[in-house]
């Protein structure tokens, strides 16, 4: 049974294209959603994650973003600082362009370059055995190097 559940978030400006991974299935996701890039849209956001962990009794959740600059950070610090998914544990992590193309590139020669895509790998990737270090503080870090 799993017990995580992984959500990768590919942001943009105007939108927030949403993958939900249950922890040991990366092939078949729970849920994929847009919500619109700003606070309603995270509220929604919240709303369909708790439904999901109550659903499938999860009880853990791992969020990963690209790290895009301002859209991708604030979204980061809201999650991270703002919102309550009590009683889930959750962590977010923050991943640099560049790791994410090098992970597609190293396991999916052939993936094509758009969100439902990339938010995939962003889900995929944020398995805490693959990147251990979660977003900590009121800052978000990026990281650089490939696992």
């Not at 990768?8 to 729970?30: A, F, Q, R």
């Not at 544990?89 to 370059?113: R, T």
């Not at 439902?116 to 900590?136: E, G, H, M, N």
Request: glycine share 4%; hydrophobic share 40%; aromatic share 10%.
């Amino acid at each position: 049974m799993s017990h995580i559940l992984f959500v990768g978030i590919d942001v943009s400006s105007k939108n927030n294209v949403v993958c939900c991974l249950p922890e040991g299935n990366s092939t078949k996701p729970l849920s994929r959603f847009t919500i619109a890039n700003d606070e309603p849209g995270v509220f929604t956001l919240q709303e369909r994650i708790v439904t999901l962990m109550q659903k499938h009794n999860l009880a853990r959740i791992r969020f990963g973003l690209e790290a895009t600059g301002p859209f991708s950070s604030h979204l980061a610090r809201y999650l991270h600082n703002v919102l309550s998914f009590v009683p889930y544990e959750h962590h977010v992590y923050m991943f640099n362009p560049s790791l994410i193309k090098a992970f597609k590139k190293m396991h999916f020669l052939d993936a094509p370059k758009n969100d439902r895509v990339d938010v995939w790998f962003f889900a995929a990737k944020s398995d805490p055995v693959i990147y251990p270090v979660p977003l900590r503080g009121a800052r978000p870090s990026l990281h650089c190097s490939a696992s």
